[in-house]
Nanobody, 120 residues
Framework: QVQLVESGGGLVQPGESLRLSCTAS???????????MGWYRQAPGKQRELVAH???????NYADSVKGRFTISRDNAKNTVYLQMNSLKPEDTAVYYC???????????WGQGTQVTVSS
């Protein structure tokens, strides 16, 4: 059973940065590197949304709201995907999750996520 473990969240002021990590424990390296990976977020009272996506080949895509500020990357040797978040805004406040994805579907059970709070 694959377990997704997200970390790196915290409380920061607007304009600051955070780097999130997500490790897929229990997944074989072959399986992990075969999947596209996504970072999602869910703000209070809102639906979970995809904010960044990286294919198995390293092609990235971002939601318009984070384009130019967030960078997704992956280390297949560590079964880990990262989200570098710069110039954070209060509207980025949410619980952040990762998952493997196939088109619009997610593959593994959701982890607990990591809370990001941006506030002055």
């Amino acid at each position: 059973q694959v377990q997704l473990v997200e970390s790196g969240g915290g409380l920061v002021q607007p304009g600051e940065s955070l780097r999130l990590s997500c490790t897929a424990s229990g997944a074989s390296g072959v399986i992990f590197r075969a999947y596209a990976m996504g970072w999602y977020r869910q703000a209070p009272g809102k639906q979970r949304e995809l904010v960044a996506h990286i294919t198995s080949g390293g092609i990235t895509n971002y939601a318009d709201s984070v384009k130019g500020r967030f960078t997704i990357s992956r280390d297949n040797a560590k079964n880990t995907v990262y989200l570098q978040m710069n110039s954070l805004k209060p509207e980025d406040t949410a619980v952040y999750y990762c998952n493997a994805k196939l088109f619009s579907a997610t593959i593994w059970p959701w982890g607990q996520g990591t809370q990001v709070t941006v506030s002055s």
